[in-house]
Structure formats: structure tokens, C-alpha cells
């Protein structure tokens, strides 16, 4: 049965709550359908870097662009599991492999392969981010056991095209059909902070949410400014502005994982608590996202000072009993 798709009039009227009313209803969302208290652990690596040939405005890895950033060729699997192994260790659940490719050739999806079943082998969840997929390529890493896929949309479609000319909105949305139809849980989500408008925010969220299957896993990053990157001077977004987009995501799509994704380095606790009872459910850990900065070690100290915990990973053979929705120390409880 198809589900009755939103309107960006609703969506837009959502963000144009009270912010107290808006954090209420996001907050409300998440606890029917999650432990308010638990967030997912995913570590990013980059397993190719920079000379990447798009020419995405905010992307330190485009060869266009004078970044500084030294360029390493694809990883060998060994170095890619030592590392996974390690990130294990530090507590994350889900591993990410990010490649600066256009698509990966088909030559670069065996070498994938092989590190997808390495990670796997290791316990972590998988997750790969290597550029448009052929319905081929998608289907040869479901089978490899890849979990998830991840491709954002990054904004709105009629924004698109002033942030990315060398691929189509229309080409994102089918690798993430691809993806779909390969039976891979779906990461996909955007950036905000831009210089978009609270329509282009709106736009990519409803873009998400009224996918035909929503995406199980929703970054939500905040541009990191590169120095060279065209949007390396935009002018700041207001942070409520952003705690609004992460609670607005939480609504629209309740039982997905909306991450708290890139940009949390330069973010205070307190936008980050905010973004937490927002609904934010999933961040990355350790200290690099995939070229540029991640607080690390430091989590630890907000984790505690939030009360918050890591959440377990997921078993597919023992699925977690449905989250309790009434707050602990509430008088009912
Ligand atoms: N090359 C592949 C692709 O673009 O699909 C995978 C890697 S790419 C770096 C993954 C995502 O990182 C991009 O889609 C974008 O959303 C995010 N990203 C890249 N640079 C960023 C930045 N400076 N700030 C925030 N997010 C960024
Ligand atoms: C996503 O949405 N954000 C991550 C991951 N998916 C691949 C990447 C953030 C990259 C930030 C800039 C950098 O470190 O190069
Ligand atoms: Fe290349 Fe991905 Fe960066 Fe775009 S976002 S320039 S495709 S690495």
C-alpha cells in the first residue's frame, strides 16, 4: 500500500513551530520508538582519498580544488581491518568505508568485497560510501553481506545544482534505488549550513522521508568549512536553526537512525545535548571523520555528562523489545 506522501507545506509548517513544541512532539517521536538514552557508534574511514574528479562545492577530496589534501590510493583490505579492528575496540558497532570515487569500477567493488567480510568478520556492522552504483554493483555487495550503502542528497533538488554540476539528482536517486532493490539498508541524509534556504531544508527532508522506503540511516551534517572548498566562507547557520532540521527529521521519519553526523567538532555541548533530545540517535566516533576533525576521546566526557550510553548493536536473530515510551521517573513509571 503507498504511503500518503507529505507535503513541503506540512513539513515547512513543522519547522515553523514554537522551538519548544517542536523539540516536544521530536522528543515524544523518539521515545516511542527508541531509548532516548542510546546512541549508535559509527567510525568512518577513508580508504581512498582526494583526486576525486566531481566538483561537489564543499568537498575538501575534489581534484579541483586547492586543499592541501594529500592523495592516497586505494587502501590494502589488511590496513582496512587493522583499523576496523581497532574501532571495535574503542566501542564503535557500524564501520564505514568512504571512497573519493565518481562510482567505483568494477575492479574497485571486489577489493570491497573483500573488506566488507573482513569488517563483518570482525562483529562490526558495514557500511560503504564509494560513489554511484549500477544495479550490478549494488547486487554484488548486498551479497558480500554489505549492511548498509551510503549516498546522500545532500540538499533540495532545485539547490542541487548550485552545490554539484557533474552528476544529477536524478543519478543519486537511482544508485539509492539500486541500493534499495539489492536488499541494503539505505544511509542517506544531507548537509545544511550551506547558505540554503529553510526551503532547501525542507525540500531534502521530505525528498527523504517520502522515498518509498525511507532511509534506515539519516546523516544530518553540518558543512565543515574546508579552506580552498568554493563554500569555504559561508556565512554560519544559525545552530537552533540546525537542532530544528534534526528534530524535523525525527518526526518525519521515527524509526530511523538520524545522525548527528559531520560538524561536531566545531559544535558546542550544549548544541549537541540539544540535538540529542531533538531525537539525534547516531554520531561518529573517533577522531577523524573521513579528512577533516571529530572530537574523539572527548565524547566520553559528554556521553557522561548526558547520562547518555552507547547503544548495543543490533542482532538480527534477537531484535530489541520495543523501546519504553514513558520517561524514567515519570509518575506512571
Ligand atoms: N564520493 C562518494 C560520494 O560523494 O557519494 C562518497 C564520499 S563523500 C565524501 C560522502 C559525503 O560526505 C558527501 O555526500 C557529503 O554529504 C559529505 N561531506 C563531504 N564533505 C563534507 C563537508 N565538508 N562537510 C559536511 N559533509 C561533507
Ligand atoms: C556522511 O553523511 N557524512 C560522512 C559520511 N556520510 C561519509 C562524511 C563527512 C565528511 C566530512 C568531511 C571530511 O572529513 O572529509
Ligand atoms: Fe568526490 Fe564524494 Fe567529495 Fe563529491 S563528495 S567530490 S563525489 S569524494
Known amino acids: 500500500m503507498n504511503r500518503p506522501q507529505l507535503t513541503r507545506a506540512r513539513v515547512a509548517a513543522l ?10 512532539q521530536a522528543a515524544t517521536v523518539h521515545r516511542q520508538h527508541f531509548d532516548p538514552n542510546a546512541v549508535q557508534l559509527s567510525q568512518l574511514l577513508s580508504i581512498k582519498t582526494g583526486a576525486c574528479p ?49 562510482s567505483p569500477r568494477d575492479k574497485d567493488v571486489e577489493q570491497l568485497i573483500k ?17 554511484m552504483l549500477s544495479d ?9 553481506g554489505l549492511d548498509y550503502y551510503n549516498h546522500n542528497l545532500d540538499t533540495a533538488p532545485e539547490n542541487y545544482g548550485n552545490i554539484i554540476t557533474t552528476r544529477t539528482y536524478a543519478d543519486r536517486l537511482n544508485t539509492l534505488r539500486a541500493v ?22 525542507v525540500g531534502l527532508l521530505v525528498e527523504l522521508a517520502n522515498m518509498p522506503v525511507p532511509p534506515e540511516s539519516v546523516p544530518i551534517n553540518m558543512l565543515v568549512k574546508v579552506p580552498g572548498t568554493p563554500l569555504a566562507d559561508t556565512p554560519d547557520l ?4 540546525f537542532v530544528r532540521t534534526v528534530a524535523v527529521a525525527r518526526i518525519l521519519m521515527p524509526t530511523s537512525h538520524v545522525r548527528l553526523s559531520a560538524g561536531r567538532e ?13 531525537g539525534a540517535n547516531s554520531i561518529f566516533c573517533g577522531e577523524k571523520l573521513l579528512t577533516t576533525d571529530n572530537p574523539g576521546n572527548r565524547d566520553a566526557a559528554l556521553f557522561e555528562k548526558l547520562g547518555l550510553h552507547p547503544e548495543p548493536r543490533s542482532c538480527p536473530a534477537h531484535p530489541a523489545p520495543a523501546a519504553d515510551s514513558t520517561p524514567p521517573g515519570s509518575p506512571t513509571a
Request: proline share 3%; hydrophobic share 40%; with cysteine.
Open 15 to 24: 519547522f515553523e513551530l514554537p522551538f519548544n513544541d517542536l523539540l516536544f
Open 115 to 131: 573488506m566488507v567480510e573482513g569488517v563483518r568478520a570482525l562483529g562490526l556492522e558495514t557500511c560503504v560510501t564509494a560513489g
Open 266 to 278: 566545531q559544535m558546542t555541548d550544549e548544541l549537541q545535548a540539544l540535538c540529542f533530545f531533538a
Open 238 to 241: 544559525d545552530p537552533i536553526e
Open 136 to 144: 550490478n554493483q549494488a547486487q554484488q555487495l548486498s551479497e558480500a
Open 54 to 102: 566531481e566538483d561537489c562545492s564543499y568537498c575538501p577530496q575534489s581534484a579541483r580544488f586547492k586543499t592541501g589534501l594529500k592523495r592516497e590510493r586505494l587502501m590494502p583490505v589488511e590496513k582496512v581491518l587493522e583499523a576496523a579492528k581497532a574501532a571495535r575496540d574503542g566501542g564503535a558497532t557500524r564501520y564505514c568505508m568512504g571512497a573519493a570515487w565518481r
Open 180 to 201: 534499495r532493490e539489492s536488499g541494503m539498508k539505505v544511509c542517506s541524509g544531507g548537509i545544511v549550513g550551506m547558505g540554503e534556504e529553510r526551503k532547501h531544508r
